[in-house]
């Protein structure tokens, strides 16, 4: 049995495996640079980065092209480890290197983490308003709202990626059940008015009788946004309610009333709520003197938490991010004139990983420089001693 296992013994703690690995690795980044002029930085990351395989479609196939991001990372972090396991032991001379070796191994394993559990998305919001939630800059969401008490609405939220699928939605909040018709995750939605010899519209209810859809391939440009277009059915207990047309573009709530209460059906960007609320008191752009070009964006927010003790105000501006309960709040876009102000939200739980491994791999470098120099100290004085 260790015979057998020897040849992968051998494989996985092998120098040429790293040097492989680390070639693939420089051609995924270059790669996938290339590729980024028709994909964006968004599209790149999850085809490339955030994969295992890279796929790429041929006459509608998916064809495996190049290991993705994980696959090389899990391999460098697989043979890291076994190398160690296998060739080094653990000695007081070796210490440094064991310590930066350790800290490739979080570094490695906190970008994997960082994949995974990353969230961006943003709040925007004018001088004066409230808001206690961020939304999605990619993500959207259908919301079925039961707005028959005018104090309080109670919200199902059903991602764009349940209506893609062909399978009906129950929620236990609902009465009705939702089925997807038709669905497109990118179009053009114009009036009838302008496409007049258009064919019928699926939509049976409300302004999607009156609206044309007509389907886009996806787009990955950063300056550009997919619309996604959705025909659902509602059909309750007693039948089919009707057939809607939800997308983003429609940004007004479609409303009817259905077993006693009043609904509204509306997809947006999907929203990560917050346990705080978040009031824009006041936004500012600095110039440099004697001229328009920009020097600095700030935004004096006020936090009211429900818990009542971290109530607080911030000012965010360029380079110094407010982070509050696990999130991160930047400067990202303004708009002074209208008192507009954008802040991207990241949530990344594993933040501090990198610099504990930064701070790790050179501190193990420090300690074998140093070892390695106190080594040769001692030698030299013993020889000038003799």
Sequence with gaps: MHELLQPFVRFFVSLRLTVVLLVLSILLVFLATLDQVHLGVWGIQHKWFFTLIVVQPVNGLPVPVF????????????????????????????????????????????????GLQQRESQVQFNVGETKRYSEDFLLDELAVIDATDPKFDNVVAIPESLLARDEPIQHPKLPFRIVTRQYYPNSVVQMRSQAPNAPPSPAT??????????????????????????????????????????SPWIDQPQIFDYAGRTWQLV?????????????????????YPGTDIPKNFSSQVRIDDDGGKGDRDALIYMNNPLRYRGLTYYQYQMNKASGLSVLQVVRNPNWRLPYIACLLVALGLVMQFG??????????????AK
């Design 67 to 114: 290991p993705g991001g994980y696959f090389i990372g899990g391999m460098l972090l697989i043979n890291l480890v076994a190398a160690h396991v296998y060739r080094f032991k653990f000695t007081w001379k070796k210490s440094g290197i064991w310590l930066a070796h350790l800290g490739l191994i979080l570094l490695i394993s906190s970008q994997f983490l960082t």
């Design 205 to 246: 209810m409300d302004i999607g009788t009156q609206l044309v859809v007509t389907p886009q391939p996806l787009t990955y440009k950063p300056d550009e946004h997919n619309i996604p277009v959705a025909f659902v059915e509602l059909i309750g207990p007693e039948g089919s309610l009707g057939i809607w047309l939800v």
């Design 267 to 287: 997809m947006r960007s999907k929203r990560y709520y917050t346990p705080y609320s978040m009031t824009l008191l006041q936004v500012k752009n600095d110039v």
């Design 371 to 384: 070892l390695h120099l106190t080594g040769f100290i001692r030698k030299r004085a013993a020889a000038t």
